[in-house]
């Protein structure tokens, strides 16, 4: 369960990390009036759940009052990728006079160590900083899992922060505490990540401007003195970070997860195979056999990109996006489908399926093959009409293979929509 930021400022401030002082947090816009100075610089957080808001609009600052209020109005009702932004942290804006550093403590999910991770490259995203400067990154794991931060550590994990971030050699031991308190809050709370992006130094000594906290569900029947210091009744239902595609999907109104990370890098002796497929059921079914038929035919060289669950009776449009939100994808070299019963017609799949390949062939729009096969409600009219379209534009739908009725299994059409795959790659 992920925390909002005023939330996870709290957890932090208890334990004795400075934070920016709070003004509030408001809904309307002409409610922060009253509480902004007319001259007091402050910043405005869109409290949503995810990262990376500072690029997306979602933090502002505003030099006083009017400001403050015009930006917010501004802000408030937007979409921040996909999330609305229903409220606004408004706090008393940070004077930076150092470097802006991070602080992160997570677990290495191989092999379930404690990692403290630090950086004095802060501000932007950890990962981003890994990919392109990795120098400028330490990361600690401890299999001993203590309950506090060793000593040493902490003194190597400080002077490697201390000494990259402007100003920080003069705050040396000030960091040290800072990341034994986001450690010790880790330990605490729960947490499967516990994170300060940027810690910005003031003279005052560090300050938490960003706070990130997601608990661990298996210890939240142990963390009823933390709800009550929130005021939080139960747990909330939460949402992981969506990557672009997810938003997308969630936007048009299905689901969809993306199986691979989204700066993947595409190996080109591999075929990457996206699925549209019925239900969630037959969604897992899918990425089982596209994986299960690359490894025992394939030489393990098929990687299946997407869960996505287009069940319950989507609409035409909803369907052209499926199959266009993987033709987008660059990664992507073919595209498996089914229609398996249930409620969903068979009739608005097609149309959706074959509107989509005529619209993009029309507009030069990128296009790989489809192969699948569809059963079940109203396949009669479904064939009629993916018979009479091939006859009105073959040249626009020879990309789409799809058998009708039951005279193939399911796992025959993967793979040999696979085969016909590596055989147009010229792989053997
Ligand atoms: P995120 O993009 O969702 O991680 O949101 P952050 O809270 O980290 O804000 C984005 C960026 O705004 C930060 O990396 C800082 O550069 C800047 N920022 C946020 N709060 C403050 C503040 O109080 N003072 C200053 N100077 N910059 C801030
Ligand atoms: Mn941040």
Known sequence: MRLYE?????????????????????????????????????????LVLIGGRGKAGGVRRAA????????????LGRKIRGYSVERLLVEEAVEAVGGAGYVGVTMNPADFNVTVIVSPAGGVDIEQ????????????????????????????????????????????DTLKTVISKVYAVFQKYDCKVAEINPLLLTAAGPVAADAKIVLDDNGLYRQGGLFHLLGLSTARHDVSEPTRNEVR????????????????????????????????????????????????????RVTPVNFMDSGGGPTVAQVSEMFDLLFDNEVVDLVITSRFGGISSCDIFIRGLVGCLRERRKAGRRVVPVVGRMVGTDLPSARDFLERAKRETPGELEDMQITVGNR???????????????DRKGWT
């Open 249 to 300: 999907a969630r936007e048009a109104g299905f689901r969809y997860v993306d199986l691979l990370a989204e700066d993947h890098k595409k190996d080109p002796e591999r075929l990457y195979v996206g699925l549209v497929p019925g239900g969630a059921g037959y969604g897992i079914f899918s990425i089982d056999e596209v994986a299960n038929v690359g490894d025992r035919f394939f030489g393990g």
């Open 64 to 75: 006083g009052q009017a400001e403050a209020v015009s930006l917010a109005a501004e802000m």
């Open 6 to 46: 005023n939330e996870a400022k709290t957890v932090f401030e208890r334990e004795g990390i400075a934070v920016p002082r709070a003004l509030g947090v408001f809904e309307r816009a002409a409610d922060i009036h009253g509480s902004v100075g007319p001259d007091s610089p402050v910043m405005l957080k869109a």
């Open 129 to 172: 900083v890994a990919r392109e400067s990795p120098e400028k990154i330490l990361r600690v794991e401890l299999p001993g899992n203590e309950e506090v931060l060793p000593e040493a550590e902490a003194a190597r994990l400080a002077a490697f922060l201390a000494s990259g971030l402007a100003g920080g050699t003069a705050q040396v």
């Open 408 to 422: 193939k299994i399911m796992a025959e059409v993967i793979r040999e929509g696979i085969r016909d795959a590596f």
